[in-house]
DNA sequence: ATGAAAGCGCTAACAA
DNA sequence: TTGTTAGCGCTTTCAT
């Protein structure tokens, strides 16, 4: 196997030192025809410089990390590539890890990142304070994207306008004649929680606590949440779902209870998602600009980050397809 | 900000030189105490070692890039999660770029992991053969996971068996007294159109190009092409589409149209996805094991690959739901 | 078994 | 404007 051409051949080959090619090569000051020179040796050899040395010599790689709990799922699928084409478009390389939104696991994977020399992460955090400690301890830049995590305030974060997504939904469920109505949350859903209750009470509707229901982050799980709330409660007429995999159990379970949709109960997500649409009836959701969240906390990390953590919060959409209708 | 602690700290703490660190924790021979000291110094230092270092020493990165599609499509996610979570059990970092099916931004993007020292790379590839002749002429170890590309032979391929997961729907659909099937294929369906038109073939019917048809690789694409297949052959009973974009557009278009499925029409789709079970009625698919695909294909990478460019074929599974039925 | 020393490819002072 | 040089942190001969 032939050996990487190096910086070194181009020198010699455009009879110039290294550091001349190198000035030309990142646009630094040189003469109209050495750098016509370098830049034909490079050509000609088709030099591609090397990262390894480069990021040695700058101590840490370019490139962005981004870690979200789950490449399968929609969400953060749209998050990851609007991160992937901000970094795309700043040529930078990305290196993901899935952490399952374990603690355990993000603390390896940023022990991982910190040993590969990435300097700026985008991270879907799974809501522990602790994996963080040692990343901005050492100096790591990170921005959360769609949740941030209590007690780590000097990390700016990117997210859905969670309440006001949520205040909508539910105004426009009890617009539509609904008391009863559900909830069904799940980890990370904090923000979302507490607006289904404030929005109740601002309505003066009195939060029965009993329809708030929380299922942990797999299907079976979820699935037994929304069967349980479902059984329990009969006289429940609507339900939020927190996010798609709560969705996606609501859908099924009151199916398999023969609820019919929406004249026995009204269904609203949040989180769009392609299947949206192919439900019958199709899904009414409100959709947070996933994409949006991961292209602008990619945006921010690499532009350094605040040093004040603040939050940026996108819109959601309220989309009315066919899944809610009047009280029955 | 204090500066990472590297091993000439390591070594003085433990009061011996850098080689010696550098031996005992890569598992190198050295007497039980000196290895004791020396683990005792770095735990006390919380010394990780620099990547950037040794991928300079060493010439590469020993991490995986993975070039996919898309993130967002679940098959291209599910793929990604078996290599992230191969990756992760070997400890090696993952540079993920999305390609769009564009031949020419994978062709950036295998430039990049070039650069970046990567020298394993996990590939849904685009299907063009020019992109990757830099690559293999650099001495990159690469997999093919999902798709191969024509004239690239020495590259293996970690496939899903898609000629027999093909010919075992078309089977059940003409078992099922279906005469006129038609085939929503798209990018790099190759392999699946081959398979439908030679199982129709050895089963005696006899193939009616009309009733082929193609989408390019969005849903606006699928679903025009989907929903002219529909409208100017109403007398096809039953569709075979070879991807989950195709499948939905083919679920909406269906719908749009006013064709019960599937009582007008059966509908069978490669690939399963979330929404397959959600969809009134579920749909029935063929399930091809896009995380494993994606798993044994990391798996391939990181033992160094075959240098013959063989190919692995994984079997798909038939999931009967509830959108075929006997011909109307 | 261990240490000294030579780089890996690159950039950034510093000189010229 | 340009070249020389000194490392960045690590691994790996080569002596000892």
């Given amino acids: 196997m032939r050996t990487r051409t190096t910086i070194k051949d181009v020198a010699e080959a455009a009879g110039v030192g290294v550091a001349t090619v190198s000035r030309v090569l990142s ?18 050899l088709d030099y591609r410089p090397s990262a390894l040395g480069r990021n040695l010599r700058r101590r840490s790689t370019g490139g962005i990390g981004l870690l979200i709990p789950d490449v399968t799922d929609s969400f953060y699928g ?22 399952g939104d374990d603690p355990e696991d993000e603390s390896e994977l940023i022990g991982m990142l910190l040993e590969q020399g990435v300097e700026r992460v985008v991270a879907v955090p799974s809501g522990e304070a602790e ?23 000097d990390v700016p974060a990117v997210l859905a306008d ?8 539910v105004e426009y469920l009890i617009g539509l004649g ?26 003066g509707v ?23 709330l479902f059984q329990h409660r009969p006289d429940l007429t609507a339900l939020v779902a927190a996010g798609n995999l709560l969705g996606e159990a609501a859908v099924l379970a009151a199916r398999e209870l023969d609820l019919r949709v929406p ?39 690499l532009r350094g980050a605040s040093p004040r953590g603040r ?8 989309i009315v397809r066919g899944s809610c209708g009047p009280r029955r």
């Fill in 162 to 169: 969670e309440r006001s997504g949520v205040r909508t939904a």
């Fill in 263 to 301: 004249k026995d109960i009204s269904l609203i997500m949040f989180d769009d998602v392609p299947w949206a649409e192919l439900c019958a009836p199709p899904l009414t959701v409100i959709a947070p600009p996933a994409r949006d969240i991961g292209y602008r906390a990619a945006e921010l990390v």
């Fill in 131 to 153: 994996p963080w400690r040692p990343a901005t301890r050492a100096g790591l830049t990170v921005v959360f994207a769609g949740r941030r995590v209590a007690g780590v305030d």
């Fill in 206 to 228: 009195t939060v029965d606590e009993e329809l708030i229901a929380f299922g942990r982050a797999t299907r079976d799980s979820a699935y037994a949440a929304a069967s349980g």
């Fill in 78 to 99: 749209r998050v990851a590539d609007g991160v992937l084409a901000c970094a795309r478009a700043a040529g930078e390389p990305v290196i993901v890890g899935a952490t």
């Fill in 178 to 203: 609904h008391r009863r109505v559900a909830y069904l949350g799940g980890h990370g859903h904090g923000q979302r929680t507490a607006a289904f209750r404030d929005t109740l009470t601002a309505l």
């Fill in 27 to 44: 646009g630094g000051s040189a003469s109209p025809q050495t750098r016509e020179r370098v830049l034909a040796a490079a050509a000609q």
């Fill in 311 to 318: 939050a940026v919060r996108l819109p959601t959409e309220l």
